[in-house]
């Protein structure tokens, strides 16, 4: 005998006060950490550089001074920006479609609206998560000593 579950709003389900995203992307970002520093795996940059600045698309110091969790926020808000763009897409679509009933285009309308105010909503979570990473990172005693 199986019994599954479903939620609504998986997005919304934490555990230990992180939803599932953030631990995901937590454990990626370990993995990631430690294949790099047992150097399993190898670098794809190999190139030379003789002097100058670095290429404009090297990825190799790009937002190296951010925390793993304030990277992983910005990621998880590209993603629902995308999302949430698709579901617009998809609400235009269902707008302009034809259906039999005056009740089933409300009906599919609505739905959409409902995914796209859940995304809303996750957008802003996030948001709120990043703004306060940001701040905890900002006050978290970055000086610089001057003394020579």
Avoid: C, H, W
Avoid at 21 to 45: C, P, R, V, W
Avoid at 120 to 137: D, H, I, W, Y
């Amino acid at each position: 005998m199986s019994l599954t579950v479903g939620f609504s709003n998986p997005g919304a389900v934490t555990i230990g006060g992180k939803t599932a995203a953030t631990i995901n992307a937590l454990s990626e970002a370990e993995a990631d950490a430690s294949t790099e520093a047992l150097g399993t795996e190898k670098d794809e940059s190999n190139q030379v550089r003789t002097g100058g600045a670095a290429p404009e698309d090297s990825k190799a110091e790009s937002g190296s001074n951010l925390s793993v969790t304030v990277k992983m926020l910005l990621k998880r808000m590209q993603e629902l920006q995308k999302q949430l763009q698709e579901q617009q897409q998809q609400l235009a679509a269902a707008q302009a479609e034809t259906y039999p009933t005056p009740e089933a285009k409300s009906q599919a309308v609505m739905s959409i609206q409902g995914q796209i105010a859940q995304t809303s909503a996750a957008m802003a979570e996030v948001a709120g998560a990043l703004v306060k990473e940001m701040s905890k990172s900002s006050t978290s005693g970055n000086l610089v000593s001057t003394t020579a």
